[in-house]
């Protein structure tokens, strides 16, 4: 069973930053692609962010200018550096890697509340 380990996440008022890590196993991390998506209350999952095992990033269009996802390989990790938050970025967001040739795991999900 492969565990994804998501923390970070909490209550800030708008325009604070957060930073949501998810730590994965040494295998699946050096090879998978990594990703972030968020559901909030009512809508659907929605993809964020992704990150390659290259390094090589893309973002949701309308969080590009306010996310940054970064990875630190000595420690299986992938962060998600979220500034500028808004109400509307209220969600639990998950981690999840995407192996070829077709497995795919996924996190508990940390709950990011944005209000004042």
């Known amino acids: 069973q492969v565990q994804l380990v998501e923390s970070g996440g909490g209550l800030v008022q708008p325009g604070e930053s957060l930073r949501l890590s998810c730590a994965a196993p040494?295998?699946?991390?050096?090879?998978?692609?990594m990703h972030w998506y968020r559901q909030a209350p009512g809508k659907q999952r929605e993809w964020v962010a992704h990150?390659?095992?290259?390094?090589?990033?893309n973002y949701l269009d309308s969080v590009k200018a306010r996310f940054t996802m970064s990875r630190d390989n000595a420690k299986n990790t992938v962060y998600l550096q979220m500034n500028s938050l808004k109400p509307e970025d209220t969600a639990v967001y998950y981690c999840n890697a995407r192996c070829l040739p077709s497995a795919a795991y996924w996190g508990q999900g940390t709950q990011v509340t944005v209000s004042s």
């Open positions: 990150t390659t095992p290259m390094g090589a990033t």
């Open positions: 040494g295998n699946i991390f050096s090879r998978c692609d």
